[in-house]
């Protein structure tokens, strides 16, 4: 019931509930306005993208290492989001993308976690046979290992575990007719 005031006259007491009444609608309105530029930061705030945070990064230090080739990102797709990287000769025509060796990619799989943001990487040398053929596994790409990427890995990192995941356009440790930085 609030702090009991002792009776006086009638106007002292109706006095002092004007101003608590006063001093309420002042401290509604401004809580009220607080909420509304809150709401309204709230709107404008987005959640993080780790593509263009984690993956954007890993795609340009490919593209500064082959200068033959352009990065283009791609999903996330599927139930464990995977999200690749694929690298296209920029002198292939669109018609020719995916023809002999114009097009080697490497595959993401994102792990949030209560330890924070994990990245892991898509082994395509090794399938497990996991699911079986037509299951939704399959159909997701799940029957590949994901492999954490450790939190030291650095653009040499990822250009080995590109040429990995794609020998067939690496002969001798190349891309393509340009060599990349570390092979110079």
Known sequence: ?????????????????????????????????????????????????????????????????????????????????????????????KEHLFNAGNCISINFRPQCCAEGFKLHVVDHTRNTGRYRAGSMGEANDMNYESIEVPATADAAWFMAWLRKQNAQAFPQGRVTATATRRER
């Open 1 to 93: 019931m609030g702090t009991r005031a002792t009776l006086t006259t009638l106007g002292d007491l109706a006095a002092r509930y004007d101003r608590a009444s006063r001093r309420h609608e002042k401290a509604r309105e401004r809580l009220t306005r607080l909420r509304d530029e809150a709401d309204a930061k709230l709107k404008r705030l987005h959640w993080p993208s780790w593509i263009d945070s984690v993956l954007a990064p890993i795609a340009s230090a490919f593209e500064a290492a082959m200068p033959d080739r352009r990065a283009e990102i791609l999903g996330p797709f599927g139930i464990p989001a995977n999200t690749s990287i694929h690298l296209y000769r920029r002198s292939a025509t």
